[in-house]
């Protein structure tokens, strides 16, 4: 019998297409391991800034020692010193889903103590304004209630979501149990505006320009570390504290 040319034709075509499909789904698979992958390292990675503000001045020594916002026992052995920016993406990351287990398992243990220093990026219009809220709410004893909740509705005030934060930041303070009066004076006349920049002028003095970065007695960590890097830094700084302690 004869061969019939347009049969082969079509069992070959049938063959490619079959085998077109594999082919494909593999290549997307691999663009949408490549995109998840991109955006986990977008979401982990530290911000850094472009420059320092213009307005802090040429002698940093002008404004004062830093004064940042300390959580946990001031004797501790460790000190965990954190740099960052309240509109900052991996800053939030940290806040909201690192640093409950932080705070229990670290702070409120007495292993290690937090300082919290601001560090506003340029590029963040609201980051001041974040800052700003944050200092008067310690004013009334409550920073860490307001830092909270500034990181966890960063997306409802950031750079892009509104021209004027302040509304935002005053329904929190009414959250968090403030005096709204006070508050908003406080707020409106940039109180501490010395402080910001103060603690802003001690992130230059240590050489970092990313956020967040951490400083664990010592040792400079950056980026969103997971809870275990942060437990690890802890851990090896309080033996060698205790080793040069006992080496005395």
């Not at 290549?27 to 911000?47: N, Q, S």
């Not at 219009?125 to 709410?137: G, T, V």
Request: aromatic share 8%; hydrophobic share 35%.
């Amino acid at each position: 019998m004869a061969a019939n040319p347009s049969g082969g034709r079509r069992s070959r075509r049938a063959r490619s297409a079959s085998s077109r499909p594999n082919s494909f789904y593999l290549i997307l698979g691999a663009i949408a391991l490549v995109g998840v992958g991109g955006l986990a390292y977008v979401a982990l990675k530290p911000e850094a800034a472009i420059a320092p503000p213009a307005d802090l001045p040429a002698d940093l020594a002008e404004l004062g020692p830093p004064q940042p916002y300390v959580r946990g026992d001031p004797n501790a052995p460790v000190q965990i010193h954190e740099f960052a920016d309240f509109e900052c993406p991996s800053c939030a990351r940290f806040a909201v889903i690192t640093e409950p287990d932080v705070r229990t398992r670290i702070i409120d243990a007495g292993r290690a103590n937090l300082s919290y220093y601001d560090l506003p990026l340029p590029q963040h219009l609201h980051s001041y304004p974040a800052s700003h809220a944050a200092a008067c709410a310690d004013e009334q004893g409550r920073f860490w209630e307001m830092h909270d909740r500034i990181y966890e509705a960063q997306d409802s005030w950031s750079t892009g979501r509104t021209n004027n934060p302040k509304n935002r930041f005053r329904d929190m303070a009414r959250t968090v149990g403030l005096n709204l009066s006070q508050w908003e004076e406080c707020y409106d006349s940039k109180k501490y505006q010395r402080r910001i920049d103060a603690n802003h002028a001690e992130a230059i003095r240590q050489g970092i320009n990313s956020t967040p970065s951490f400083i664990v007695n010592g040792q400079v960590l950056r980026g969103a570390i997971s809870f275990d890097a942060l437990n690890e830094a802890v851990t090896k700084a309080a033996a060698a504290t205790q080793s040069g302690d006992t080496a005395r």
